[in-house]
C-alpha cells in the first residue's frame, strides 16, 4: 500500500522510497525513510495536497509524492 491510500487519522510505517534521483531525495530531505512512522492528519477536499505529521512536524505532501512511499499499517 501507498502513502496516497491511507485515510486521515491512520498511522503508518515506511517500508520502502520508489522513485528516482531528485524525487527520492526530495522526499528522504523531507524526513521520510525507511522504518519512520507516518501520522496521516487531513487529506484536502480534492485529494491534495496530503497532511502529515513526521518525526513530530507537520508536512504537506502532493499526491504524486505520496504514492511513491510504500507504508505498512
Known amino acids: 500500500m501507498t502513502l496516497k491510500e491511507v485515510k486521515p487519522g491512520g498511522s503508518v510505517t515506511v517500508?520502502?522510497?520508489t522513485g528516482e534521483g531528485a524525487l527520492k531525495r526530495r522526499i528522504m530531505d523531507m524526513g521520510i525513510?525507511?522504518?519512520?512512522t507516518i501520522l496521516v492528519r487531513k487529506?484536502?477536499?480534492l485529494?491534495?495536497?496530503?497532511?502529515?505529521?513526521v518525526r513530530g512536524y507537520e508536512l504537506s505532501l502532493r499526491k504524486s509524492e505520496a504514492e511513491n512511499i510504500v507504508v505498512e499499517a
Not at 525513510?33 to 519512520?36: E, N, Q, R, S, W
Open 15 to 17: 517500508t520502502r522510497l
Open 47 to 53: 485529494g491534495d495536497p496530503i497532511e502529515v505529521n
Open 43 to 45: 487529506v484536502a477536499p
Open 33 to 36: 525513510t525507511k522504518g519512520v
